[in-house]
């Protein structure tokens, strides 16, 4: 089953969020609204503002909507904000088999491209009134940013511990994911307590999907990916996979020897190093982990009503520990 049929019901409310987003991003500067245009145009599974929507369905969605609205185009104008940041530092030329902004911009405009994407979802933000949002949303920016460092400062470091690994993904990813089930919460007026609990859920539904991630860099083709198999590898971030391949000591030696000069990748010895990690035990022991996260997501739940919604997000976690791609 495909995510998409599961909240066909939520078409009318991403469509709207489609449009604002697009309004959203329109620039003055020709250059700074086509690169922008560029970005939203190129696609996305929009997690984000799907399961704001869905956590403020356990509120007062109906005279809530708007608010919730705002919240959830906020929310996925700062993830795109990330991955234009993401593709200068990963000097990435293709993202959902599209050229990035940096490839065809450069580096200076992307920076700028997504700066002024950040920009906007503060702005957008900002026409809601309630301290609340303001505060858990400023506390996952820094929490964002600090994590950007972190990834940067790691690659192509082999000696590291899986809680460098773990913290880097909660920061990438499952941070915002959570953020995102929390601010619909609260801007529907969910109770504390299962604002809470959505945000428990999103936060080990946004781990399992990032371990989900690093896997099919390794397992999916170039086509489903929309990038090269083993970019993240190429890159020198050490995902799970290749931290856990690695306590075979002539698959590490493999990676030192690929990152030896680390401005050229070798694709041969690249190729190998992926062939080799496919025979290991690791693309097995990182599924594991991620269904240990998935399971915790679901206990997540366990307190909150039983509706549609609820059933919603159960069925999500159980098709994100199948994806393929």
Known sequence: MKLANIYGFLRKDLNSIEHSLNDVIQAEHPVLRKASTQLLEAGGKRIRPIFVLLSARF?????????????????ELIHMASLVHDDVVDNSELRRGKPTVKYIYGDRVAMYTGDYILARALETITSIDNPEVHKVLSKTLIEVVEGEISQIKDRYVLDQEIWNYLRRIKRKTALLIATSCK??????????????????????????????????????TEKELGKPTGSDLKQGHITLPVYYAMKDPAFKLKVE?????????????????????????????????????????????????????????????????????
């Open 59 to 75: 509120g007062d969605y109906k005279n809530k909507d708007k608010d919730v609205e705002t919240v959830a185009v906020a929310l």
């Open 183 to 220: 601010l619909g919460a609260i801007s529907a007026g969910v109770s504390q307590y299962e604002a809470s609990k959505l945000y428990e859920y999103g936060y080990y539904i946004g781990m399992s999907f990032q371990i989900i991630d690093d896997i099919l860099d390794f397992t999916a």
């Open 257 to 325: 020897e690929l990152f030896e000069d680390k401005e050229n990748i070798d694709e041969v010895k690249l190729t190998e190093v992926i062939d080799y990690l496919k025979q290991t035990n690791a693309i097995e022991d990182a599924y594991e982990l991620s269904n240990r996260y998935l399971n915790k997501a679901l206990n997540s739940l366990n307190s909150l009503p039983e509706n549609k919604i609820k059933r919603t997000l159960e069925i999500i976690a159980q098709v994100i520990g199948k994806r393929k791609y």
